[in-house]
């Protein structure tokens, strides 16, 4: 592991790990739903470049499409060593992820440190 970070809105509790791997980097969210009635999704995830903000690839996973009120879910993401090369330097990434109404419900950092040997 190589950070951890946490937040709350009125909707959502968010639980966030940062993980260092051979060649990868991974982030794992753990998401619970605290609206009454209203249910919560992940619409989209995109990985840029900070400097120049041009999407790269990475994979995703999670354990619900739909979390119902009061439920709670893991959404794991995969960052491939490659993704944080800009030509042969290596860059800093930004992994930003939006909820089903379109806010941004989580943004994180990701150095190419994080990239283990």
């Known amino acids: 592991m190589a950070d951890h970070f946490s937040g709350e809105d ?8 940062i993980y260092r791997g ?19 999704s992940m619409k989209s995830v995109r990985l840029v470049g900070v400097a ?5 690839a990475l994979a995703v996973r999670s354990s619900a499409s739909v979390l119902e009120p009061g439920m ?4 794991g993401l995969v ?19 939006y909820r089903q109404d379109g806010l941004l419900q989580a943004i994180v950092q990701l150095d190419p440190a994080l990239l283990g040997q």
Request: proline share 0%; charged share 25%; aromatic share 6%.
């Open 79 to 97: 960052v491939d060593g490659s993704a944080f090369l800009d030509g042969e330097t290596l860059t800093t990434l930004r992994l930003e992820m």
């Open 52 to 56: 120049d903000s041009r999407e790269r």
């Open 72 to 75: 709670s879910g893991v959404i």
């Open 22 to 40: 051979t060649g990868k980097a991974a982030v794992v969210f753990r998401v619970k739903n605290l609206h009454a009635v209203r249910s919560w």
């Open 10 to 17: 009125a909707d959502t509790a968010l639980d966030g790990t």
